[in-house]
């Protein structure tokens, strides 16, 4: 999306179930499926399978970190990493990976749905766990001081050099589960969930619930764009963005299910969406 017209690609490695997107620092965009990871630079579009050293399948999460290696988290099958040459396997945990964050320092941090965090930096392995045991974590992401927050079943978790402390509905964060959490560039958390969308400041939780103009308050992708402008993919046909004045949306007569939102460097929106198409 340009800002003004949708553009959907459905021919080629592009007919698979697109599940993530991603966007490098040459504005490269890199998608994967559950088995292979697809790059399109704009002119030509390319796959990547076993066949092609892919070392893994079971694909869930895709990243770029600071030198432009591209991260790959799988369902139980490790971490993958590809500098655009070689393929990298990582073994040493079996996260299920739900979310990857890269810090200022470029360090990798991995969401796994059993409830703990793991980072690398490039060297050593750390995991924290997050929540109690029996509830999952959805997705972590890191502010402009590299503080960790976690969306859980359990609420939201910030973690400061393994410190933890939880907001939930005590604190006024009106949440149910599915929690997915992505910090703007002023450091306000945009969350949501099963039960709308949650903005938090730093002071206060702000809730909108079947807010104007958007029937369906099941948000399952969060992106923030180069204006900080937040874009939201429902699962319905709505996408939906909010300038921090009005809510708007668009409705897509093909049912997108958007399951993932990325920004490209020209402020193009890329979506994807399980059984459908980019757009």
Same mark, same amino acid.
């Given at each position: 999306?340009?800002?003004?017209?949708?553009?959907?690609?459905?021919?080629?490695?592009?007919?698979?179930?697109?599940?993530?997107?991603?966007?490098?620092?040459?504005?490269?965009?890199?998608?994967?499926?559950?088995?292979?990871?697809?790059?399109?630079?704009?002119?030509?579009?390319?796959?990547?399978?076993?066949?092609?050293?892919?070392?893994?399948?079971?694909?869930?999460?895709?990243?770029?970190?600071?030198?432009?290696?591209?991260?790959?988290?799988?369902?139980?099958?490790?971490?993958?990493?590809?500098?655009?040459?070689?393929?990298?396997?990582?073994?040493?945990?079996?996260?299920?990976?739900?979310?990857?964050?890269?810090?200022?320092?470029?360090?990798?941090?991995?969401?796994?749905?059993?409830?703990?965090?793991?980072?690398?930096?490039?060297?050593?392995?750390?995991?924290?766990?997050?929540?109690?045991? &029996?509830?999952?974590?959805?997705?972590?992401?890191?502010?402009?001081?590299?503080?960790?927050?976690?969306?859980?079943?359990?609420?939201?978790?910030?973690?400061?050099?393994?410190?933890?402390?939880?907001?939930?509905?005590?604190?006024?964060?009106?949440? &149910?589960?599915?929690?997915?959490?992505?910090?703007?560039?002023?450091?306000?958390?945009?969350?949501?969930?099963?039960?709308?969308?949650?903005?938090?400041?730093?002071?206060?939780?702000?809730?909108?619930?079947?807010?104007?103009?958007?029937?369906?308050?099941?948000?399952?992708?969060?992106?923030?764009?180069?204006?900080?402008?937040?874009?939201?993919?429902?699962?319905?046909?709505?996408? &939906?963005?909010?300038?921090?004045?009005?809510?708007?949306?668009?409705?897509?007569?093909?049912?997108?299910?958007?399951?993932?939102?990325?920004?490209?460097?020209?402020?193009?929106?890329?979506?994807?969406?399980?059984?459908?198409?980019?757009?």
């Amino acid at each position: 999306f340009d800002g003004v017209t949708f553009t959907s690609f459905t021919d080629g490695v592009c007919a698979g179930e697109m599940l993530d997107v991603a966007v490098d620092n040459d504005n490269v965009k890199w998608f994967i499926t559950a088995k292979t990871v697809i790059k399109h630079d704009d002119a030509v579009w390319e796959m990547y399978d076993h066949e092609k050293g892919l070392p893994a399948e079971w694909l869930t999460t895709i990243a770029v970190d600071r030198n432009n290696t591209i991260w790959i988290g799988t369902s139980g099958l490790g971490i993958i990493s590809f500098d655009g040459q070689s393929w990298q396997h990582y073994t040493e945990y079996m996260p299920n990976v739900v979310s990857i964050a890269v810090s200022k320092e470029n360090t990798l941090w991995f969401g796994d749905y059993r409830g703990s965090v793991f980072s690398f930096d490039g060297s050593e392995w750390q995991q924290i766990q997050v929540t109690d045991s &029996s509830w999952y974590l959805y997705s972590c992401t890191l502010d402009s001081e590299d503080v960790i927050w976690c969306g859980t079943d359990q609420g939201l978790y910030r973690i400061i050099e393994g410190e933890k402390q939880l907001f939930n509905k005590v604190d006024g964060f009106n949440y &149910s589960t599915r929690i997915l959490v992505v910090a703007d560039s002023n450091d306000v958390l945009w969350m949501s969930g099963y039960q709308g969308i949650t903005r938090y400041d730093g002071n206060k939780f702000t809730n909108f619930l079947g807010f104007t103009g958007i029937s369906n308050t099941y948000v399952c992708s969060i992106a923030i764009d180069h204006d900080n402008v937040k874009w939201f993919g429902h699962r319905s046909e709505w996408i &939906s963005y909010f300038n921090d004045i009005s809510w708007y949306g668009y409705i897509r007569d093909n049912y997108i299910l958007a399951e993932d939102i990325a920004v490209s460097q020209n402020n193009f929106i890329w979506f994807t969406a399980e059984r459908k198409k980019p757009i």
